[in-house]
T-cell receptor, first 113, second 116 residues
Framework: KAGVTQTPRYLIKTRGQQVTLSCSPI?????VSWYQQTPGQGLQFLFE???????NKGNFPGRFSGRQFSNSRSEMNVSTLELGDSALYLC????????????FGSGTRLTVV | AQKITQTQPGMFVQEKEAVTLDCTYD???????LFWYKQPSSGEMIFLIY??????QNATEGRYSLNFQKARKSANLVISASQLGDSAMYFC?????????????FGTGTRLQVTL
């Protein structure tokens, strides 16, 4: 079966702009989680969506938001980009009901200039 | 306090040798899960192995095994018969609770280099 698909793969944006990243989970998976990976802070949890509802949220400013659609695809949005938002953004999908399987996508590498 | 600690920033191992990557964790939740992921330079996180807190036996997946010592709160990854393709970053991660709110907490990672 198809894996987790993240688009775009690479992105370059200017400070102050906004960006939307997309994640299509494995078919049948209802949970999508987002993580930010930077050399300085490592891997940090952003938020998790399950059945179109945000179920858990990390410690990130309100500029970071997300949503999930009825087909479980998820988007995350970052507004008013800062240089420090440059990172690899990874999403992970799972069944989300106590089953311990998280499959990650290849990530979107965002560069803010 | 760090929830997941990986004390080895980098490790070298010769091809065909075994290597142990260390991971200690901290939680007061009796129900938790421990994961190891491999991240090659391409960026994708590849699941390797999982150990549940109530599992009686150490997990094994092919050349990967998890040395789970609950009392010491350690979950070391053992890779047997290392291959050149094993060169990558390795992350230990923990999920606390029963999974109704899924969140993984990651360690800082260990960069493994396999040499000829």
């Amino acid at each position: 079966k198809a894996g987790v698909t993240q688009t775009p793969r690479y992105l370059i944006k200017t400070r102050g702009q906004q960006v939307t990243l997309s994640c299509s989970p494995i078919s049948g998976h209802r949970s999508v989680s987002w993580y930010q990976q930077t050399p300085g802070q490592g891997l940090q949890f952003l938020f998790e969506y399950f059945s179109e509802t945000q179920r858990n949220k990390g410690n990130f400013p309100g500029r970071f938001s997300g949503r999930q659609f009825s087909n479980s695809r998820s988007e995350m949005n970052v507004s008013t980009l800062e240089l420090g938002d440059s990172a690899l953004y990874l999403c992970a999908s799972s069944l989300g009901q106590g089953v311990n399987g998280y499959t990650f996508g290849s990530g979107t590498r965002l560069t803010v200039v | 306090a760090q929830k997941i600690t990986q004390t080895q920033p980098g490790m070298f191992v010769q091809e065909k040798e075994a290597v142990t990557l260390d991971c200690t964790y901290d939680t007061s939740d009796p129900s938790y899960g421990l994961f190891w992921y491999k991240q090659p330079s391409s960026g994708e996180m590849i699941f390797l192995i999982y150990q549940g807190s109530y599992d009686q036996q150490n997990a094994t997946e092919g050349r990967y095994s998890l040395n789970f010592q609950k009392a010491r709160k350690s979950a070391n990854l053992v890779i047997s018969a290392s291959q050149l393709g094993d060169s990558a970053m390795y992350f230990c991660a923990m999920r606390e609770g029963t999974g109704t709110a899924s969140k993984l907490t990651f360690g800082t990672g260990t960069r493994l280099q396999v040499t000829l």
